[in-house]
Each structure stands twice: as C-alpha cells, then as structure tokens.
C-alpha cells in the first residue's frame, strides 16, 4: 500500500459514463470531397477502462445503449478486446459529438449529440448496483456525468451510496464540459454531494474551483508561474481532504500550449506530502482528447499495483503524456512503453 494512504483496491475496477461516437472532420473541410468522416468509440469512462484492460488490471464497464445493430456490434468489438460490458439495454439513440480533428474539448470545434441518448435517460431504480458491484474493488465515474441531468445526478449518487456501504474504493475526474450543464443546476450545486464518497479526486485547481467551490487565491493566469500553480494545487488538495474527510489524495493535472510548444506536469496530494512529477515539452501534439483519462486509469493502475506516490504519479504522468500522440480517444501503449517515458522501475 502507497505511503499515507488505506486505499487497498481488491477486485474488478468498475467504470460508470456515457459511451459515445467521436466524429472527427479536418478543419479544411476535405471530408466533403472524401465522403469520409473518421470516428472514434468514445466516452471519459470508457477510456479509463480501456487502458486499465490493456495494463492488466480487470474491468467492467456499466452504461446504457439502445438495443440495435449498431450498438450490439460496439458492445462485441469491446467485449473483443477483453472488457467486461454491462449494458442497460434502453432508449432509441446512441450518443454522438463532434470534434475538429485537433481541437480541444474547450474550443468552438465542439458539437454535443446527446440529448435523448440511452444514458441520458437513465434515472434511479433502473441499475441493479448490487449486481454491479459484484466482485469489484474500485468504482470510478467522472464529473460528466451529473452534468447531463439531474437524473443522472442521482443514479451517480445512488451508486456511490452503496459502494461506499461495501468499502469499494471510490475515484472522481473534475473533468468540467460547460456545455453539458444546461438543466438549471451548476456543478457546485451538485457535486460536493457526491465528492463526499470519493477516496481519490482528480482535476485541475480550475475545476476544483467551478465544481467545488474552492477559490484560487491570487490571480493565476495561464500565462502564470510554474511555482504559483503547484502552491495553489497544494492549497487546494489540502482543502479538498479537509472538506471530505473520506478523500485520501487529490491529483491535479497541467498542460499549457504556447507558441507551439505543449508544456504538461502534474502534482500529487496524499498522507500530507505533495509530489510533483517531471516536466514534458513537447514542439507539437496530434490529439487532446483523452490525455486526462489516460492520467486517471495511470493512478488506478498505481494503486492496483501497490506503488509509492511518487512512483504512482510519474507513471500516470508519462501515460498522459504520450497520450498526446495518438490519434484515438484511448492509448495504445503498454506499461513497458510507459515506463521507458517514465524512467520508473515499476513493475
């Protein structure tokens, strides 16, 4: 077990979100000419539990889909590839989004199609979470979820409620989509409620501050100190802990882009030490989409193969990183590709 911390990961990791369509036109609109748009199986959770399954660690997926051709063959090719679906047959449409190829989730080149997917329409009482829960030792979710509706909200809080009854480990991605939180609610409203069941929260000191409330102090732009923004992610992992006596590590994320250059570290927060990982430059990347699921399943994989912090850290670091390269919502890379990043002696 990694110093500081009682999380002791047994079991399957259960991952719960929205599994979408990624549909990606060039930004010069060729796509037109090629009667071709590439797409990719997406979605935040889904990503977890695809680079879990790839290192190793065994993984459930839980969300719902229409029962359709489509979706059927969606669910076998993921079966294929070794991941358990757990799938709420319902609804009439898979979810879609639109993003330029190259863009980031926060530029205009974003289109949600969601509204009325299968997922969207979930409400409490529909998923069996004792069934869920069978032989599972950790349950992640992230922060897009409760941002699709109320009712989504509460299915997250149902489940979080009985994972906690049966101690299985609980992690959180503060993964903020001003998009989706159109149904009268805004995230601090919502999620410290479910903050509160989490062992592990991930994020950004930007997140922490629209999802949970917690104030930046000082004024940090982008174009800040390096210095400045470790100390604000130390302060607020430290509040975070003190607000939600059951979180026992908070990690935070950083990735600028200036002047072609991408710049990406990360910190983290646990047994009242704050590491801080190597720092990656790089001159040009291919793709933005994922690099924090990738980072999150990295520290699921640390806990599962009994790390230290620092060890923990620097591989889901390098695995975000290297993330940047490929094309896909989800790596490709094994562990050993990782580590050769990394620099770490992890088995």
């Not at 979810?95 to 989730?105: A, C, E, R, V």
């Not at 479910?194 to 174009?223: F, K, R």
């Not at 100390?231 to 935070?252: G, H, L, Q």
Request: one cysteine or more; aromatic letters at 12%.
């Amino acid at each position: 077990m990694a110093s500081g911390l009682k999380i002791e990961p047994k079991g399957k990791v259960l991952t719960f979100g929205e599994l979408l369509l990624r549909i990606s036109p060039d930004e010069e609109g060729q796509w037109l000419n090629q009667n071709q748009l590439p797409f990719f199986i997406a979605g935040a959770e889904l990503n977890v539990a695809t680079a879990l399954n790839l290192w190793g660690i065994p993984v459930k997926y839980q969300t719902a889909l229409p029962d359709n051709g489509l979706a059927r063959q969606i669910v076998a090719f993921e079966e294929q590839q070794g991941i358990q679906m757990a799938i709420d047959y319902r609804g009439q449409r898979l979810g879609l989004y639109f993003l330029t190829k190259g863009k980031d989730l926060k530029n205009d080149a974003l289109i949600y199609d969601r509204a009325y997917s299968a997922f969207s329409e979930l409400k409490p009482g529909m998923i069996d979470w004792e069934k869920a829960f069978e032989g599972v030792g950790w349950f992640h979710f992230s922060a897009i979820c409760p941002a699709i509706s109320q009712d989504i909200a509460d299915v997250c809080e149902e489940a979080l409620k009985i994972a906690s009854e049966k101690n299985i480990v609980v992690s959180i991605d503060l993964n903020y989509r001003s998009r989706l939180w159109k149904y009268g609610k805004t995230p601090v409203e919502v999620l410290p409620e479910l903050v509160q069941y989490c062992d592990l929260v991930m994020g950004n000191i930007w997140a922490a501050e629209t999802m949970l409330g917690i104030p930046l102090t000082g004024i940090l732009h982008e174009s800040g100190q390096k210095s400045n923004y470790l100390e604000a992610a130390k302060e607020t992992s430290e509040e975070i802990i003190r607000r939600y006596p059951k979180c026992k590590a908070v990690a935070n994320t950083f990735r600028f882009d200036s002047h072609g250059q991408a710049n990406y570290y990360a910190a983290f927060y646990t047994g009242g030490e704050f590491h801080v990982s190597r720092e990656y430059h790089a001159p040009q990347i291919i793709n933005k989409v994922g690099s924090g699921d990738c980072f999150m399943a990295g520290l699921i994989y640390g806990f599962y193969r009994i790390h230290q912090p620092a060890e923990i850290l620097e591989f889901a670091t390098a695995a975000a990183f290297k993330k940047l390269f490929i094309e896909a919502d989800v790596t490709n890379l094994g562990v050993g590709e990782i580590l050769s990043e990394s620099q770490q002696k992890i088995i």
